[in-house]
């Protein structure tokens, strides 16, 4: 694999005074197998993109295929989600690892998308891209969650918005607010979550649910299914009402916290 470019410039996160700028320089190591330095620069010169000559590799010649995009999104990934959580780890540097390794026993978590996401001011503006979900969702569904299992079962929240932005859900019992220091970081403890309550379109809390595997769930306006997330051991992954919840995933989550006491 050619080695990747993960620096990126972006002006909204720092004009919006996000907590985490998403430049992604310092997150990752190269990979062992990876191609990088001037026999990188070379292959890129010598080399056919795929998409520019399909049959150049017939020819003798070296392609390059290129991956771009979301494509069909987690469609053909589903049942790797151990072996990218592995290669993931594997790249990732030992910082950040050590980082979430400190975030032990992670037993509800919940991730809260702002920055970029707009605020809301009717329910029928939820099913819009890029809608913040109310924080009283949050707040409800874990109430819910905890009703079911009988526990004031702890929970971590992981958002780019600010202590001032999630007030109304951290002064929810038992609930504390995580920063890593990293993206990266953030994702790999929401990752560890027996439970998650995720963020309605967010590629962020779908990739939580992916690596973690556990039963997940966001808001009725913008479900997961958009991302073609299947969970490799069946577990609930879909929207959630807080006033008619899914038994479903109410049953799964008592049977998880059974088999895995939290930390209460």
């Not at 991956?67 to 910082?95: P, S, V």
């Not at 560890?192 to 009725?220: E, V």
Request: positive net charge; glycine residues 6%; proline residues 4%.
């Amino acid at each position: 694999m050619l080695s990747p470019r993960w620096s990126q410039l972006k002006i909204g996160p720092t004009l919006r005074g996000e907590t985490d700028r998403r430049l992604y320089f310092n997150l990752f190591k190269p990979g062992a197998d990876e191609v990088r330095g001037i026999k990188r620069l070379r292959l890129q010169m010598s080399s056919k993109r795929e998409a520019e000559d399909a049959r150049a590799a017939e020819n003798g010649m070296t392609v390059v295929k290129v991956f771009t995009g979301e494509q069909d999104r987690f469609q053909t990934l589903n049942g790797w989600d151990q072996f990218l959580h592995n290669e993931l780890r594997a790249i990732t540097k030992e910082r950040w690892l050590r980082a979430a390794e400190r975030v032990n026993n992670v037993s509800i978590g919940i991730h809260v998308r702002m920055g970029d996401f707009s605020p809301t001011e009717s329910d029928a503006e939820l099913a819009l891209p890029q809608r913040r979900v109310p924080l009283s969702w949050f707040a409800d569904s874990l109430r819910v969650i905890r009703e079911a299992v009988g526990s004031s079962i702890p929970a971590i929240v992981v958002s780019d918005g600010n202590e001032g932005d999630l007030r109304d859900l951290l002064k929810e019992e038992k609930v504390s607010l995580v920063r890593t220091g990293s993206a990266i970081g953030d994702l790999l403890v929401l990752a560890k979550s027996k439970s998650l309550i995720a963020s309605a379109g967010s590629s962020f809390g779908a990739w939580a649910a992916f690596l973690g595997q556990m039963p997940s769930i966001t808001h009725a306006s913008q479900s997961f299914d958009w991302f073609n997330l299947k969970n490799r051991k069946n577990y609930y992954v879909g929207a959630f009402d807080p006033t008619s919840p899914d038994q479903l995933f109410l049953d799964q989550v008592r049977r998880v916290f059974s088999e895995q006491p939290a930390n209460n």
